[in-house]
């Protein structure tokens, strides 16, 4: 017995004291203990993690066609388009604004419902456009100026400032316009503050050619549609689908990095 009167344990024998950890069992120190403490707090890294699919880039291509040859080279642009990874083309047409039985008197054929006609409201979705429509006197056609006149209150808001947008056209002959229904049709991107994106010489040789008759210019694609009977050739299509690539990467250049699917590039 000592003088305290407790028992001292032997040299050979000690006493575990069920407070205390196990003798085998590691001793955490206090850095031990605040280093664990931190990492519990650490975000845990999945290596299988799910990854959530990326937006694509939206290009509408909003067009007008009475005879068909304007939507021609819309189909084939999308189709330039629809080919850059990242990006992908919308088909729109504009709303009618000619009574069916003047289009009737004028022989135009009836337009299907498989590409819907769009609302103004929708253009705050796109991240870049193409407009397309034939000549009347040099100038775009009524119903595509009508449309224009009506995207007064995204004007107010300037809410397409800022977004690449190019042309392309139809006109009845040579001399028809290919360049001025274009060039003159840029004031509405202007007013708006949109990026006028014109393809320039960019299409290559085919821009040089002359042993055949063919629309576009460096303003944008272009068919001639004669009486209404010619037919695009293989040189005009060609050139509507590389404006859609050329357009494609100016909207991936311009465009805000990717957001996850159901984002919105814009305010």
Not at 42 to 61: A, E, G, M, R, V
Not at 98 to 123: F, H, R, T, W
Request: aromatic residues 8%.
């Amino acid at each position: 017995m000592g003088k305290g009167g407790g028992c001292v344990p032997s040299k050979k024998k000690l006493i575990q004291d069920p407070r205390l950890p196990e003798r085998d069992s590691p001793i955490i120190t206090q850095n031990q203990s605040q280093n664990q403490s931190a990492s519990q707090t650490q975000p845990i890294t999945i290596q299988n993690s799910i990854t959530l699919p990326l937006k694509k880039l939206k290009i509408f291509i909003i067009f007008y066609s009475m005879y068909g040859h304007v939507e021609f080279l819309a189909r084939r642009m999308k189709k330039g388009v629809d080919s850059i990874d990242g990006v992908e083309a919308v088909l729109y047409r504009v709303s009618e604004t000619l009574p069916v039985e003047v289009l009737e008197q004028m022989k135009a054929p009836p337009k299907g419902d498989e590409i819907p006609v769009i609302s103004v409201n929708e253009l705050v979705n796109a991240d870049g456009f193409l407009f397309g429509f034939p000549t009347r006197f040099g100038s775009m056609a009524s119903q595509m100026k009508a449309f224009f006149d009506s995207t007064d209150e995204l004007w107010m808001e300037q809410k397409l400032a800022g977004l690449p947008a190019g042309f392309f056209v139809s006109t009845g002959t040579q001399g028809g316009g290919q360049e001025t229904t274009a060039w003159t049709a840029i004031t509405q991107l202007a007013h708006h503050g949109m990026l006028y994106v014109p393809i320039g010489y960019t299409f290559g040789a085919g821009m040089f050619r002359m042993d055949s008759i063919r629309g576009g210019s460096p303003y944008g694609a272009g068919v001639f549609s004669g009486d209404g009977s010619r037919q695009p050739t293989e040189t005009e299509l060609a050139l509507a689908e590389h404006q859609g690539k050329y357009m494609a990467t100016v909207v991936k250049r311009f465009a805000k990095p990717s957001s996850p699917v159901n984002g919105n590039n814009h305010s």
